[in-house]
């Protein structure tokens, strides 16, 4: 079977768009929730976000940075995140085609949970006051979710695979799953992969209030709102941004002398069968989609040295999810891992999560160090024997270890990853 | 130089961001300031709004060649 690395890594985020400097926030403990700015959240219960950095500040996003004002046009801010983290991957990698061949044997697949949504809300908007004959012309293309492959794809003239993952909050981790079997299966050698998503707007932050699934008590402070398994949690906190990597063939990447950061080595899928947004009470789907990447991965749940967890801060899920964990990675396997929430410090970045998540499930195999997990302050009685890194980031030096991703309709994605 | 040849002029730049001084009467919309259907569409739209004309039929736009037709038309239609 071919062998899978990643050879760059692309990030926009509410830690900025440096690699380093985002990783440094991260294991340093700090947050990305701020007050949402974007929009006037006065009718709104939920007014904290991980908006991405603004202006001035140190890896701030300038969309102009990566897209055309002219281009823009035809983009919604979901795809310009999208294309920017394909951007900065592609340059992570120094990947740059020479060959027809090489062209043809390079794809992408990036997807997003949303996609256009602040396009759809404005659009419709106008449709209302002013009639469908105001409708741009680009109002389609730039919604589409599959649009961020076909931009990547048009810029960089990959004629590979050209494809995109649709599977809510687990797109991202789905799309470097779908992407690494096309590349074991031959199907190509590069893959650009990952998930964007930008639904901090007043029908995304609408939307997910309806649903009763942010958080509304820290409003006040906003630092400590996405608590993962705290006795005090009360919703996720929504980020936004892009995650993509450039995935490539063993052999490949070391040809050219590409640097790498990790190996993906095992994929898992599962359907929960149960309900449009609740897990079932045992977990059973997060399991078996932990327990079909171990069996991909051709190892043991007690070799996992490190979990990044689903973990949004929702009462319900974080608890069935460690339930799961613990099931998953049997008493003695859940006694030596490690598992934390990024989420605690970035948010839920949605279709993102998965991109950006796999991200740092790569620099912590790399780098030996383990991010924590925020605002753990009373951990919930499921917490109980389990290391979820409060907290303070952690060295310990891991082999292997597991991203999971969740998304309603319940469809499950644990990815797992190996230090090389 | 009209002041409807001006406005058109702002109006076609806003949406290419090419070099203003490009844009001439006698340019070609497509060939010579490099717009593709959608963004002629995207255009039209724009013109719509700015000299608030209801709607520039279809025949109307495919005749549209140069920045200099627009300003006809425009000079004809607006309200």
Known sequence: ?420 | MSDVFNRVKEIVNSYLEIDADKIKPESKIADDLGADSLTTMDIVIGLETEFNIEEIPDEAIQKIVTIQDIVDFVEEHQS
């Open chain 1, 1 to 420: 079977m071919r062998r899978v690395v990643i050879t760059g890594i692309g990030i926009v985020s509410p830690f900025g768009i440096k690699n380093d400097a985002v990783w440094d926030k991260l294991i340093n403990g700090q947050s990305g929730i701020k007050n949402i700015t974007y929009f006037d959240t006065e009718k709104y219960p939920c007014k904290i976000a991980g908006q991405l950095l603004q202006g001035e500040e140190d890896g701030a996003f300038h969309a102009e940075d990566f897209v055309s004002k002219r281009d823009q046009r035809m983009m919604d801010t979901f795809m310009v995140y999208g294309v920017a983290a394909s951007q900065l991957a592609i340059e992570d990698s120094g990947w740059a085609p020479s060959s027809d061949h090489q062209y043809e044997r390079t794809g992408v697949m990036v997807g997003s949970g949303i996609g256009g949504l602040q396009s759809i809300e404005e659009t419709a908007i106008d449709l209302y006051e002013k009639g469908p004959r105001r409708i741009s012309p680009y109002f389609i293309p730039s919604t589409l979710i599959n649009l961020i492959s076909g931009q990547v794809s048009i810029k960089y003239g990959y004629k590979g695979p050209n494809h995109a993952v649709v599977t809510a909050c687990s797109s991202g981790s789905h799309a470097i799953g779908d992407a690494f079997r096309l590349i074991q299966r031959n199907d190509a050698d590069v893959m650009v992969a990952g998930g964007a998503e930008a639904a901090i707007c007043r029908t995304g932050i609408g939307g997910f209030c309806a649903l009763r699934a942010l958080a509304t008590k820290f409003n006040d402070a906003p630092e400590k709102a996405s608590r993962p398994w705290d006795k005090d949690r009360d919703g996720f906190v929504m980020g936004e941004g892009a995650g993509v990597v450039v995935l490539e063939e063993y052999e490949h990447a070391k040809n050219r002398g590409a640097s790498i950061y990790a190996e993906v080595v095992g994929y898992g899928m599962s359907g929960d069968a149960h309900h449009i947004t609740s897990p079932p009470e045992d977990g059973n789907g997060a399991r078996r989609s932990m327990e079909d990447a171990a069996r991909d991965a051709k190892i043991n749940p007690e070799q996992i040295g490190y979990i990044n967890a689903h973990g949004t801060s929702t009462p319900v899920g974080d608890q069935i999810e460690l339930r799961a964990i613990k099931s998953f990675l049997g008493e003695q396997g859940a006694k030596e891992a490690s598992i934390s929430s990024t989420k605690s410090s970035v948010g839920h970045l949605l279709g993102a999560a998965g991109g950006v998540e796999a991200i740092f499930t790569a620099m912590a195999l790399k780098t030996g160090v383990l991010p924590p997990t925020l605002n753990l302050d009373n951990p919930d009685e499921e917490c109980q024997g389990l290391d979820l890194v409060p907290h303070t980031a952690k060295e310990k030096s891991i082999e292997y270890a597991l991203s999971n991703s969740f998304g309603f309709g319940g469809t499950n994605a644990s990815l797992i990853l190996k230090r090389v």
